[in-house]
């Protein structure tokens, strides 16, 4: 994401990847090592992202925005809405009724968080992006204070539909993202990561 971002050029092709992480502490720019309580085994990695620690493991789905924000005439908030709006309409796909938290970042149903956010911008361009709970094991976040939140309760999609494929769920949110970011051609290449390229 980082060479991506340095090295893209005005004319270069927005970029979407969709990915899952080993398991893996992550403390953003934000981040205090005080909300890290009992890591274990897990590694804990300071990024560059905006926000405080979270978690990442096999099961929760990545969506990393490589946008370059002026060509799309939004700023920062705006796009963070845009994500925003984009999971609670994936999660109404499977009659999931979620909303946002006033003063607590991401997204929530009922009072448990199912999905987090991250943005940094450099040079007018985002990365970083979202994670969803989808099928994962979320015992490690009990290691943490999520998002700076002591006690913040979790939960997953697998909690409220049963009968449940990932590549259900990546395809949904695709569809979600390009809709509300306005792409009208879009190349997929699958590698290490599922790439959504801009043309």
């Not at 999931?96 to 040079?123: E, T, Y």
């Amino acid at each position: 994401m980082q060479t991506f971002t340095n090295e893209r050029k005005p004319d270069s092709d927005d970029e979407i990847w969709l990915l899952q992480h080993p398991p893996v502490f992550t403390l953003g720019q934000a981040g205090k090592t005080e909300h890290v309580l009992n890591p274990g085994n897990v590694p804990v990695i300071k990024i560059d992202r905006g926000g405080q620690v979270t978690y990442h493991g096999p099961g929760q789905l990545i969506a990393y925005l490589m946008i370059d924000l002026r060509k799309k005439s939004l700023g920062p908030r705006h796009l963070v809405t845009i994500i925003e709006q984009t999971l609670i309409n994936l999660l109404a796909d499977y009659e999931i009724q979620a909303h946002l938290q006033a003063g607590a970042p991401g997204v929530f149903v009922n009072d448990c968080k199912i999905a987090s956010l991250g943005l940094r911008i450099r040079k007018g361009c985002s990365f970083h992006g979202l994670a969803l709970n989808v099928d994962m094991d979320l015992s490690p976040f009990q290691g943490i204070n999520p998002c700076g939140y002591g006690g913040l309760a979790m939960t997953q999609l697998i909690e409220h539909v049963p009968q449940l494929k990932m590549a259900d769920v990546e395809k949904r949110l695709l569809q979600q993202l390009i809709s509300k970011l306005g792409y009208n051609e879009v190349n997929e290449h699958h590698d290490q990561t599922l790439a959504f390229i801009e043309k």
